[in-house]
């Protein structure tokens, strides 16, 4: 039961740019996450944002939700080649419910 | 942090054999696992929600028959491919909720990549 849609599919940016994907679930949902997934490799939990933030940073991750828009952004400030990867966002409704996932943005960074 | 072990990390096999993933939470209880599927470029696909005790709750489309998973106690669930074929193909991930926090954290496995020939 997917419900994620994630925008762009992919996502191709110079080095030092910045990167943002967006997120549109339809339930109500506990918190957000984002994940970040290397080729071939498992899942790299990179921040969860809860049903009453509206913004939350970490490092070069800035991540915003709007509930009423039913809609979460992630931005990467002065991107690396190393933050090529494909970025999922995960809603949680909580209780014994799995994280629903996006469909994912393949980001690739070109040094 | 908590850590939730998945075993093994790839596996090869032939047509018509069956497969065992395991799924392990090393430091914390969970009552609840859950086991994805991600075929290549796609994302996770729920497969079913594996209960401690209790049969699992499969999602539309996947066949209990096929994917039998077995969570016999509150730090271990397995998933068997029986019979397996090319198109079961597949990166496995298992997730568990951390049963004993309020908050029921929920972590991931590193994935198993069964590749059938």
């Known amino acids: 039961s997917q419900q994620g849609e994630e925008d762009p599919q992919a996502l191709s940016i110079q080095e030092g740019e910045n990167a943002t994907m967006n997120c549109s679930y339809k339930?109500?949902?506990?918190?957000l996450q984002w994940y970040r997934q290397n080729s071939g490799r498992g899942l790299v939990h990179l921040i969860l944002?809860?049903?009453?933030?509206r913004e939350k940073h970490s490092g070069r991750l800035r991540v915003t939700l709007d509930t009423s828009k039913k809609s979460s952004s992630l931005l990467i400030t002065a991107s690396r080649a190393a933050d090529t990867a494909s970025y999922f966002c995960?809603?949680?409704?909580?209780?014994?419910?799995?994280?629903?996932f996006g469909k994912g943005t393949r980001l690739s960074v070109i040094a | 942090g908590a850590v939730v072990s998945q075993h093994p990390s790839w596996v090869i096999c032939k047509s018509g054999t069956s497969v065992k993933i395991e799924c392990r939470s090393l430091?914390?209880?969970?009552?609840?696992m859950f086991w994805y599927r991600q075929f290549p470029k796609q994302s996770l696909m729920l497969m079913a929600t594996?209960?401690?005790?209790?049969?699992?709750?499969?999602e539309q489309g996947v066949e209990k028959d096929k994917f039998l998973i077995n969570h016999a106690s509150l730090t271990l669930s397995t998933l068997t491919v029986t019979s397996a074929h090319p198109e079961d193909s597949s990166f496995y991930i298992c997730?568990?909720?951390?049963?004993?926090?309020?908050?029921?954290?929920?972590?991931f496995g590193e994935g198993s990549r069964l590749t059938v020939l």
């Open positions: 997730s568990a909720r951390d049963s004993g926090t309020g908050i029921g954290e929920l972590f």
């Open positions: 339930t109500s949902i506990n918190n």
């Open positions: 944002i809860r049903s009453n933030e």
């Open positions: 995960a809603t949680d409704a909580g209780g014994n419910t799995p994280l629903v």
């Open positions: 430091d914390f209880q969970a009552t609840t």
């Open positions: 594996s209960n401690e005790g209790s049969k699992a709750t499969y």
